[in-house]
């Protein structure tokens, strides 16, 4: 069995997985922050509420961090360590965050805060929703022939 099969298999996995999820759609929602009209306002400098709403969650994050890494426990869901997962800044990082920026940009809405919004009425973000899951079918379908190719070829170097 894989750690994946692990995590999946544990009892309290989809409760906790659910659970934050409700509570992180509900916490956008009454922030204002599911509302793309609040989130451009921020982007244009109208309006810093989500400039607080991110700090708030950053600090929130770094305190759990760093009582869990220190607290000498694994994680209780997955069995792993506490701690950073360093990931290289590449090509693909520089890409990617352009076109979550862009996006997040044209529509005042990224992936988790489309969700949210959803939940208090914006049928509308329907056409940010399917282009989020066009945009991920294509990468995958892009990434599936292209990249596989080339590591192949730098796997032989």
Wanted: charged share 15%; with cysteine.
């Amino acid at each position: 069995m894989t750690n994946g099969d692990q995590v999946a298999g544990h009892a309290l996995f989809r409760p906790t997985v659910l659970l934050g999820g409700i509570l992180f759609g509900f916490g956008l929602g009454y922030s204002h922050m599911a509302r793309p009209e609040v989130v451009l306002d921020f982007l244009q400098f109208d309006d810093f509420g989500l400039l607080f709403v991110m700090f708030g969650a950053a600090v929130v994050t770094a305190l759990t961090m760093f009582v869990a890494s220190r607290s000498g426990r694994d994680a209780p869901l997955t069995g792993n360590v506490y701690g950073r997962r360093l990931k290289s800044f590449d090509r693909n990082v520089i890409v990617g965050g352009v076109v979550f920026g862009v996006g997040w940009g044209l529509s005042g809405i990224c992936p988790g805060a489309a969700y949210a919004s959803l939940g208090i009425g914006n049928y509308p973000i329907l056409w940010a929703i399917s282009g989020m899951f066009i945009g991920a079918y294509l990468q995958g379908l892009w990434r599936s022939r292209f990249v596989s190719r080339d590591a192949g070829v730098t796997e032989a170097d």
